[in-house]
């Protein structure tokens, strides 16, 4: 079985930054390509950020500039570092990772988000 734990969500002013962190764990063989999602009320949910595990990354338009996805992968741990924060940043963030498990069953993981509340 495989997890993904978020932390770091909360509330900030316009300007403020917060640094979010997924760990996932479990019955894990390797971790591929791991990613940043938002889903703000009454909308779909979009890509924020994502890293392969060559650390090449991909940015949103909406954040580049001002959002910095990182990885770890001794720990199967990702980060995204949010600085400039706007009100229309407020969203549930979810961390997601495609992942191989010990018994080789590849699929994509889902964490359970974080609410991001940027106050203006």
């Known amino acids: 079985q495989v997890q993904l734990v978020e932390s770091g969500g909360g509330l900030v002013q316009a300007g403020g930054s917060l640094r979010l962190s997924c760990a996932a764990s479990?019955?894990?063989?390797?971790?591929?390509?791991m990613g940043w999602y938002r889903q703000a009320p009454g909308k779909q949910r979009d890509l924020v950020a994502s890293?392969?595990?060559?650390?090449?990354?991909n940015y949103a338009d909406s954040v580049k500039g001002r959002f910095t996805i990182s990885r770890d992968n001794a720990n199967n741990t990702v980060y995204l570092q949010m600085n400039g924060l706007k009100p229309e940043d407020t969203a549930v963030y979810y961390c997601?990772?495609?992942?191989?498990?010990?018994?080789?069953?590849?699929?994509?993981?889902w964490g359970q988000g974080t609410q991001v509340t940027v106050s203006s």
């Open positions: 997601s990772a495609h992942i191989v498990t010990l018994t080789r069953w590849t699929r994509d993981y």
């Open positions: 479990g019955s894990i063989f390797s971790v591929n390509a």
């Open positions: 890293i392969t595990s060559g650390a090449r990354t």
